[in-house]
């Protein structure tokens, strides 16, 4: 179901399941679809490779998983396509990477932060610009623009981490480590943690990132028993910007720092590094110990090198301050560091976050069901240009991650047949549509739980809800009597 205009204007419509039903009978629908797109003798080996994929068998998923209704009250039918039939419909060429077109983005990248701090430096001086308030101001573009151009940067490190940036791992994984070392970022920590969110996406239990808490744990979290949420009054809007804000410009140093935002069932981690431990500050659970239930013991030479490329960083950044001076490195570096920061979240959370979206409980997920959980959303010229499309073809990315982002948006056109209404975008009002949905999906998406009609499998399928009014309002439930409060706490 796209999020479109028209399921706007009508949230409570129905959307038709005719795209839905053709994609599932286009082509086979058998089970011999095992291996990940990753795994396929034309790609390089990837950190996000999995070893097995379960394929969709043909379901009747009306009569069996009861009626299931998105945050905007349309109608949901669990997937029924294979990662075959996705694969198959990408053209060959989509898959090719270039090593030297890749390089190029990098340089130009480079060029573009470059030749931006050069002729800031040189023209905006005192004796060019007299008004102290417009310099300010100019500064203050000066450090968006830089942000700009760091993020295109950062997201170039993120196809070497998947290996879409060449052909060859080596090279792909060398200027991954500087590019994402320049922008603080632990690279080889990330990739290994970020392609297990590629492996989960969607799983409540196991993916990595913008996992959103069921019901049970936002009542918790705020003070209140499930039962109570949906009688409780909408929460202010001056609390949702605050939370907003301080998710924007800390969000991905508490990602890095706590795993705010992963997982917290640590204790499965299979080399018991996760006895006892849960995300937090303090706990060990981060992107920088080597030590950490994020990380196998074969990771440790490389989690260390991540922390070795920050070292230098911090390194240089320390001798600029000390001798160029401290404010001037705050708007040279750490402020549009803050930009960089703000647009990964940002990117990230509505790539993951949105009314239409379902997750699933371990007993509804597969990985074709999970990478089908993502959105698709428009940010105009920046994102195209600067932020090389990682905006608009994230759908793709997560079923074919060794894609690169320039053939992305043809193999986006080849796969929406194939996914039919399980393709979502979002694409009203371009750029600011995209800035909006920051504040729509923080006062619409507040906790997930199952369709009020679920039966069988589709129980294992939650939605967004929230206390604020949006949509489909949260199931009313009972209040636990005393005998079953012990049972629970026993």
Request: glycine letters at 8%; a neutral charge; proline letters at 5%.
């Amino acid at each position: 179901m796209s999020t479109t205009s028209a399921s706007r204007r009508n949230i409570l419509e129905k959307t038709m399941a005719s795209d839905y039903l053709t994609a599932s009978t286009s082509t086979s629908t058998s089970n011999s679809v095992s291996a990940s797109p990753d795994d396929t003798p034309r790609q390089s080996p990837s950190s996000s490779s999995l070893s097995s994929l379960d394929s969709e068998p043909p379901l009747d998923v009306k009569s069996v998983n009861g009626k299931l209704l998105d945050t905007y009250g349309n109608e949901f039918q669990i997937p029924g396509f294979t990662i075959k039939q996705i694969r198959d419909a990408i053209p060959a060429h989509c898959f090719e990477r270039s090593a030297a077109r890749g390089l190029y983005y990098v340089a130009r990248d480079i060029t573009s932060l470059a030749v931006t701090f050069y002729l800031f430096n040189t023209y905006l001086t005192p004796q060019n610009v007299p008004s102290t308030p417009v310099r300010a101001a100019l500064w203050g573009l000066y450090t968006f623009v830089q942000g700009l151009f760091g993020t295109g940067l950062w997201i170039l490190a993120h196809e070497c981490g998947h290996q879409s940036f060449s052909p060859s791992k080596t090279l792909n994984d060398t200027v991954g480590w500087f590019c994402h070392s320049a922008v603080l970022v632990p690279y080889f920590s990330w990739k290994i943690s970020h392609g297990k969110h590629h492996k989960a996406t969607g799983h409540l239990e196991r993916d990595m990132v913008f996992v959103p808490k069921k019901r049970e744990e936002y009542a918790s979290v705020t003070g209140y028993y499930a039962h109570e949420l949906s009688e409780l009054y909408e929460e202010t809007p001056i609390k949702t910007a605050g939370e907003l804000i301080v998710q924007q410009l800390a969000g991905w140093l508490a990602y890095l720092t706590t795993n705010i935002t992963g997982h917290n069932y640590h204790e499965r981690q299979m080399e018991g590094r996760g006895k006892g431990k849960k995300n937090g500050l303090f706990s060990g659970v981060n992107h920088f110990n080597p030590s950490s239930p994020l990380y196998e013991a074969k990771d440790g030479k490389l989690v260390l090198l991540s922390d070795l490329g920050l070292a230098i960083t911090a390194s240089v950044l320390f001798l600029v301050g000390k001798n160029f001076g401290w404010a001037n490195l705050a708007v040279w570096y750490f402020i549009p560091y803050l930009w960089v920061n703000h647009w990964l979240v940002a990117i990230t959370y509505l790539q993951h976050t949105d009314p239409s979206l379902p997750h699933y409980d371990a007993t509804a997920w597969t990985y074709t069901r999970g990478a089908a959980a993502t959105i698709d959303r428009e940010f105009g010229f920046i994102g195209r240009n600067l932020l090389h499309g990682i905006i608009e073809t994230h759908v793709l990315h997560h079923y074919v991650s060794t894609i690169p982002f320039y053939n992305a948006d043809e193999a986006t056109e080849a796969i929406k047949p194939i996914m039919g209404t399980h393709y979502r975008s979002d694409v009203e009002g371009g750029s600011l549509g995209f800035l909006n949905s920051l504040w729509k999906s923080s006062r619409w998406c507040q906790w997930v739980e199952p369709s009020e009609g679920a039966e069988g499998e589709g129980k294992g399928v939650l939605f967004f809800r929230n206390r604020n009014g949006f949509g489909v309002p949260p199931q009313k439930l009972a209040a636990p009597t005393e005998s079953s409060s012990k049972v629970a706490s026993s």
